[in-house]
């Protein structure tokens, strides 16, 4: 059985994760924050905080660290290429490394792109990616210190994953994502349904992430830069799918 995930809202527009080992007991934060509703979570169902583990260093994915370290003795895991950067970090790690969690290993990926030093946990039995701000729901984060290859190069490695894995991203943006997508693919039909299911969920304040690879492939433009029918209508047929991706990532910088 896959560990147990729960999806908590935090500040306007974050996502914060739990990932719970019933049989050990132990769990583990995924991006805090704000640790209120992490703090609120544990409480409501007896669970004790024995990890964090830290995406990149953007405050909204660390400002509630040391408020939960004031109630937690949890070991906090971190890029050690960002580790400047991060709060203090128990435990350091680096593309290709893994480590143990609920009788599971938590792989990690370096997706760079958003940021230098962005990584994501991948837990491939559970069938769980955490992604941050690398690939999100019908989207992927700006690229404040990358660049379109590197990113492009962090989404590739993604997309490479088992198509049932849950993509566990840090924000809700999917409903603005999908209207993007369709002005540089609006002829997909698989991205119409979607978007018609996101509209609802949104209207009744559902969540929209965690979403699975396997839409995301299908649908998510800058997982399908190398797409026919998206290189011809930006006049990029042919094109080098980094320099359609760059393309892709302007027009929504723009949007």
């Known amino acids: 059985m896959p560990l147990e995930l729960v999806t908590l809202p935090a500040l306007s ?62 070991k ?20 290709g490394d893994a480590f143990d969690f609920g009788g599971e290993q938590v ?4 997706v760079s792109g958003h940021t230098e030093g962005h990584i994501a946990f991948i837990l491939d039995a559970s069938r769980y990616a955490f992604t941050g701000d690398s690939l999100m729901a019908l989207g992927c984060g700006r690229l404040f210190e990358g660049t379109p290859a590197q990113m492009w190069e ?26 993007f997508a ?10 119409k349904d979607r978007m018609d299911r996101i509209d609802i969920m949104r209207g009744n304040d559902e969540p929209t992430v ?15 830069a190398t797409d026919p029918a998206i290189q011809a209508h930006l006049d990029m047929t042919g094109s080098d799918p980094v320099d359609v991706f760059a393309e892709i990532r302007a027009r929504k910088d723009r949007y």
Do not use: M
């Open 13 to 74: 527009d974050n996502y914060v994760f739990l990932v719970h080992d019933s049989e050990s007991g132990d769990t583990a934060c995924v991006d805090v924050p704000d640790a209120g509703p992490v703090l609120d979570a544990l409480k409501a169902r007896n669970w004790s905080l024995t990890d964090i583990w830290l995406t990149h260093h953007h405050h909204d994915h660390i400002g509630g660290v040391d408020d939960l370290l004031g109630h937690y003795d949890a």
């Open 76 to 95: 906090v895991t971190g890029a050690r290429a960002d580790r400047h950067r991060l709060p203090r970090l128990n435990r350091e790690v680096a593309e």
């Open 107 to 110: 792989g990690i990926l370096d």
């Open 154 to 179: 962090s989404l590739q490695k993604l997309a490479e994953l088992d198509p049932e894995t849950l993509i566990c991203s840090g924000h809700e943006y999917t409903r603005n994502n999908g209207r």
């Open 182 to 191: 369709l002005t540089v693919d609006p002829d997909n039909d698989a991205l």
């Open 210 to 224: 965690p979403s699975k690879l396997s839409e995301e492939v299908a649908t998510n433009p800058f997982l399908r």
